[in-house]
Nanobody
Framework: QVRLVESGGGLVQAGGSLRLSCAASGSIFSINAMGWYRQAPGNERELVATISSGGGTNYVDSVKGRFTISRDNAKNTVYLQMNSLKPEDTAVYYC??????????????WGQGTQVTVSS
């Protein structure tokens, strides 16, 4: 069983910064892409940013130039540096990891979520 543990959320004023971390632990065979998603009240969960095992990144347009995703493969950890935060960034942020089981079958893991609140 693999567990994803997020940290770094909190309350910040508009224009401020936060850094989220997500560490994977447990019986990890292999992890490929990792990413961050968010869900605001009344909204569907949306992709924020993803990063491949090779370091390729992808961002939703609304965060480009403000957020940076990175990862430490040796630690099975993914980070999200969030700068110039806006009230509309307020949401629960979830970490996701796509991996493979020992038999090669695909598997997806989700973290429990961390609250990010940006005050105006």
């Amino acid at each position: 069983q693999v567990r994803l543990v997020e940290s770094g959320g909190g309350l910040v004023q508009a224009g401020g910064s936060l850094r989220l971390s997500c560490a994977a632990s447990g019986s990890i065979f292999s992890i490929n892409a990792m990413g961050w998603y968010r869900q605001a009240p009344g909204n569907e969960r949306e992709l924020v940013a993803t990063i491949s095992s090779g370091g390729g990144t992808n961002y939703v347009d609304s965060v480009k130039g403000r957020f940076t995703i990175s990862r430490d493969n040796a630690k099975n950890t993914v980070y999200l540096q969030m700068n110039s935060l806006k009230p509309e960034d307020t949401a629960v942020y979830y970490c996701k990891a796509d991996g493979a089981l020992a038999d090669g079958g695909p598997v997806t893991y989700w973290g429990q979520g961390t609250q990010v609140t940006v005050s105006s």
